[in-house]
């Protein structure tokens, strides 16, 4: 990520919040990447993706292939000024528990984000604000991103994956994406999401029956200094009010980054998700 020199006036506090999440994610997912499982590393498969119209270019998609007869894809989304490749890692740890499941890292376009200053990064959408009162719904970019997820989930259905076989996830503004996918006016059918550090970025409508909507799983640090926990579980709230089954875990003294004991639970719950009958 390039390095934007400070003015005499020094940095806002909202782009230091967001520098900071940036770095305490990458760093965090990489810790957690080292002592979780400890799972071999196999080759990653690399492949460029195109964006869906000329306004929307997107990055590379990293995929772990599945070491067993693939029936089941994770699509994996990762949070501002990281890559697709950032969480790879984190796939061959939970195919341990889920041989079957082949895993996506899409990357997201760069692209200006406002709150830093207009600098450019991997970015999902542009964000005004900080601030879960300041911050405005459906944001420039946020539309793209969320068609090129459904993009990825038909391509899955397509190749013979049952919907129910796919879950979604996103870290921080991934998180965003990949719930406005699944319980969004467009949304596509998906067996679940995965939310972690993140927030909504839309207003959800209201589903008939909670069994039309797939269960959402949030995962939150209580020292979380970009995305307050509350912000988490006031989307967590409004999810439910939606009509979606869902779950908030939180974690003591962890900030806007990824811990062991998170991890656990996140692949307790992708076991479950998908059904396997393996034990951690």
Same mark, same amino acid.
């Given at each position: ?6 003015? #005499? ?18 760093? /965090? ?25 000329? #306004? ?44 079957? /499941? ?5 990357? /997201? ?124 579980? #006031? ?6 009010? /939606? ?38």
């Amino acid at each position: 990520m390039a390095i934007r020199r400070l003015s #005499r006036g020094g940095i806002s506090e909202a782009a230091k919040r967001l520098l900071l999440g940036v770095a305490l994610g990458v760093v /965090a997912v990489l810790a957690a990447s080292s002592i979780c499982f400890q799972a071999p590393r196999p080759q990653l498969q690399h492949a460029r993706r195109q964006g869906l119209s000329s #306004r929307a270019s997107f990055g590379r998609l990293f995929v772990e292939e599945a070491p067993a007869q693939h029936d089941a894809t994770v699509i994996w989304l990762h949070g501002l000024g990281d890559t697709g490749e950032g969480w790879a890692d984190v796939g061959p740890q939970l195919q341990q528990l889920v041989p079957s /499941a082949r895993f996506l890292f899409p990357t /997201a376009q760069t692209q200006p984000v406002s709150v830093n200053s207009g600098m450019s990064m991997p970015s999902w959408f542009d964000i005004n604000s900080l601030e879960p009162e300041l911050f405005a719904l459906n944001p420039p970019g946020f539309a793209e991103s969320v068609a090129y997820v459904l993009k990825l989930v038909q391509e899955q259905i397509d190749a013979g994956i049952a919907p129910e076989r796919i879950v979604l996830a996103g870290f921080s503004q991934g998180g965003a994406v990949v719930l406005e996918a699944a319980l969004g006016e467009s949304r596509t059918a998906v067996g679940g999401v995965l939310v972690l550090s993140s927030f909504l970025g839309s207003k959800l409508p209201k589903s008939g029956s909670a069994e039309a909507l797939p269960p959402v799983h949030f995962f939150h640090g209580e020292a979380d200094p970009v995305v307050p926990m509350d912000w988490g579980q #006031r989307s967590f709230s409004l999810v439910q009010a /939606a009509g979606a089954g869902a779950t908030f875990r939180s974690y003591p003294d962890m900030q806007h980054s990824l811990c062991q004991n998170e991890l656990h639970d996140i692949a307790a719950a992708l076991s479950k998700l998908l059904g396997s009958e393996q034990a951690l």
